[in-house]
């Protein structure tokens, strides 16, 4: 059975929580890469910026929508959920737009798990990580890449 190590790309670009947003988009773009781990400077994983999170900035502003019931207004929105979507409009850096402590997976983690990840929690990009230190990342090609003859997977 295949597992993570056997299809992930071990070159990984990655980001730093500094870094500004629009020279993060252009990594992403210029290496048609869906996302990037995030860094800090001693080399500790601190999160995942993907494509969808840049994407967030051209979202306008969710209005809160409210109901009245027995003469109260109930929202439909939470005031943590609107604070982050506007933090993520507002970015400017990497660690303001990124998603902080992401969920990440051993070498030998079966793809199948890896590919039950990226479909029930809507991930693109899954780091590969053993002892806190970053060997590789999985994407969405990655797994759709042993799909087709002839590839790393054989």
């Known amino acids: 059975?295949?597992?993570?190590?056997?299809?992930?790309?071990?070159?990984?670009?990655?980001?730093?929580?500094?870094?500004?947003i629009v020279h993060a988009a252009k990594i992403l773009l210029e290496n048609r890469i869906n996302g990037a781990p995030?860094?800090?400077e001693t080399g500790k994983l601190v999160g995942i910026l993907c494509q969808?999170?840049?994407i967030a900035q051209q979202k306008?502003?969710?209005?809160?929508?409210?109901?009245?019931?027995?003469?109260?207004?109930?929202?439909?929105?939470?005031?943590?959920?609107?604070?982050?979507?506007?933090q993520k409009i507002a970015a400017v850096t990497v660690a303001q737009a990124m998603t902080p402590n992401p969920v990440t997976v051993k070498p030998d983690t079966d793809i199948e798990a890896v590919a039950a990840l990226?479909?029930?929690?809507?991930?693109?990009?899954?780091?590969?990580?053993?002892?806190?230190?970053?060997?590789?990342?999985?994407?969405k090609e990655d797994i759709l890449k042993t799909l087709m003859p002839g590839s790393k997977a054989e």
């Open 118 to 139: 990226m479909v029930d929690q809507s991930f693109h990009t899954i780091p590969v990580v053993e002892e806190g230190v970053l060997l590789g990342i999985v994407g």
């Open 38 to 40: 995030v860094m800090d």
């Open 52 to 54: 969808s999170d840049l």
């Open 60 to 86: 306008k502003l969710p209005i809160p929508s409210f109901f009245t019931f027995l003469d109260g207004l109930i929202a439909l929105t939470s005031m943590k959920q609107l604070e982050k979507q506007v």
């Open 1 to 20: 059975m295949l597992k993570a190590k056997d299809i992930m790309t071990r070159a990984v670009i990655t980001v730093s929580p500094d870094m500004e």
